[in-house]
């Protein structure tokens, strides 16, 4: 079993924005600073239990929207706007998973010890993370996809992740900028195909 | 010119964002039945309906920016983004008017989401920022309200990444306004 799961594609998440994903059901919180540099904790700020992807991006920091408390890239709580003067303690903290950006993919790790190993090491571009209608198991089966969760076909890397069961997220890059379009419509003709399928077979 | 308006409703919204965009002001007056007939804008005498007419209508006012016409030979996509936006404002009534919770969202929601999804995904992939081309226009207007609203229909924004692309990037637009459960851009 893989310790990486690819939970979306980079260009879904721009610089300085939050966006929500699910994994089996876990919520998480994906954010992008001004630096580039991509982010994944636990979708649940520590103070009201609000979801952070709501949340904004300034300066470095993700603000939750509920009171505005700002966490900094190490998860620490750096501001709190209700007591500007408070030197916020370090042991407040939002819940950091691990999270690498490969071929055009945002992979995160639960296993604080996962082996970057795994992941793809070639260039790719994000073309489309597409919604699928059928549980992971049977997506897995039809694609052929070994157990890390992801392989390449010709020019196009394919990944896929479950947000919550019976529902896949299909992740499609490809190998040149110029064939994004075809991989696209690639991925669309493969989630009717499986969707299809798993009509006929239900789980 | 007044519009005969229901605050709640997600086709009245659409066309009061239309006008806080183009910069048009439009008065409105409470009327319970715009939640069955939606908006309906009394002007020259006479009354419009629909949220694509009224939208257009006001695209024609002397005071709207000729950007908020479609450029030559770019695809109207106006009546699919009015048929969409009937039937997520169908849907949502129906929910939001349920005696009982509903379990999940309906599969008529999903194909809706789905066939919005594809659509935006395409577009960005052939860099054609908004529904209507190069600028926003009378569809992306009544795209907007769907795919803000369909939290009432408890649809995971996690699995449409191109929608929440255009959401972000609506919410950014000089003029954008909030309704009932579409809060503000931060």
């Known amino acids: 079993m893989t310790d990486w799961f690819p939970l979306a594609l980079g260009m879904d998440v721009p610089s300085e924005t939050a966006a929500p994903a699910r994994l089996y059901g876990k919520e998480i919180a994906l954010w992008r600073g001004a630096d580039g540099q991509v982010h994944a904790w636990e979708d649940r700020c520590p103070h009201r239990g609000m979801r952070l992807s709501f949340g904004f991006v300034r300066n470095g920091n993700l603000a939750c929207l509920y009171h505005g408390w700002q966490f900094g890239a190490d998860a620490t709580c750096r501001h709190i706007p209700a007591h500007p003067e408070l030197r916020v303690p370090g042991t407040i903290h939002a819940h950091a998973y691990r999270a690498e950006e490969r071929a055009g993919i945002i992979w995160v790790s639960l296993n604080e010890d996962a082996s970057l190993d795994e992941l793809p090491d070639e260039d790719a571009f994000g073309a489309r993370s597409i919604l699928v209608q059928a549980p992971l198991a049977s997506v897995r089966v039809a694609l052929a996809l070994p157990e890390e969760g992801w392989k390449w076909q010709e020019d196009c890397l394919v990944a896929a992740h479950e947000p919550e069961p019976g529902l896949t997220m299909l992740h499609m890059a490809s190998a040149t900028l110029a064939n994004r379009l075809d991989i696209a419509a690639r991925a669309k003709t493969t989630r009717d195909h499986l969707e299809a399928l798993n009509e006929k077979v239900p789980a | ?186």
């Open chain 2, 1 to 186: 010119m007044r519009l005969r308006d229901w605050a709640l409703d997600d086709r009245c919204y659409a066309v009061r964002l239309g006008a806080s965009l183009m910069g048009v002001h439009l008065p409105t007056i409470t009327d319970a039945a715009a939640l069955e007939t939606g908006p309906v804008l009394e002007i020259d005498g006479g009354c419009l309906r629909g949220p694509a007419d009224i939208l257009q209508r006001l695209t024609s006012l002397p005071e709207v920016s000729r950007d908020w016409h479609l450029g030559i030979g770019e695809e109207r996509r106006d009546a699919w983004a009015e048929s969409a936006l009937e039937q997520l404002s169908h849907l949502r009534r129906a929910a939001l008017l349920a005696a009982l919770p509903t379990d999940g969202v309906p599969p008529s929601v999903f194909r809706l989401m789905t066939e919005i999804e594809d659509r935006l995904s395409d577009d960005r992939l052939c860099d054609r920022p908004w529904l209507s081309g190069r600028h926003p226009g009378v569809a992306d207007i009544l795209l907007f309200p769907i795919v803000a609203l369909s939290q009432d229909l408890e649809v995971p924004l996690d699995l449409y990444p191109a929608i929440r692309n255009f959401i972000r990037q609506f919410k950014a637009l000089p003029g954008f306004m909030t309704m009932p459960g579409v809060p503000e851009c931060h």
